[in-house]
């Protein structure tokens, strides 16, 4: 089997999604499981250095069931509705659809968000930055 590298990607022109030689290809997918699958030797989980490559590169992508939690958890911000302060996150869970994330204001409140897994996307005004060396 074929597997398609990110500097092939780059090549062609960072796209969210896209076809190089009749395979799709899906840049935070492909990221994603590149750290799960060949980039070992760091402490650090997968899926955060999945998100961290792709916010780094400045490429289009959007989420997937694996990383869809780590970025409701940076981006997405809930304030109170009582208090008006930023609620924590306190865990969530899903599946390859469906993931939910519970914001909690000790004093008042527990929110729940719930997104489908592909349901976050970015997109960068300015493109990929050509100055981040990828091997
Ligand atoms: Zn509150």
Known sequence: MTHIKLKDVIKAGIANKMTIDEYYVDI?????SDEFNFNHG???DYRNRAVNLLMNLKADFQSNSNII???????????????????????GGGNSQMHT?????????QISL????DGFAIVFKHGVRKDKGVN
């Open 28 to 32: 935070g997918q492909l990221i994603t």
């Open 42 to 44: 760091s402490d650090e």
């Open 69 to 91: 939690y780590d970025l409701m958890k940076r981006f997405v911000k809930i304030k109170c509705p009582y208090c008006d302060a930023w609620m924590d996150v306190r865990g």
């Open 101 to 109: 994330l519970n914001y909690v204001c000790p004093e008042h409140a």
């Open 114 to 117: 719930s997104l489908p897994s």
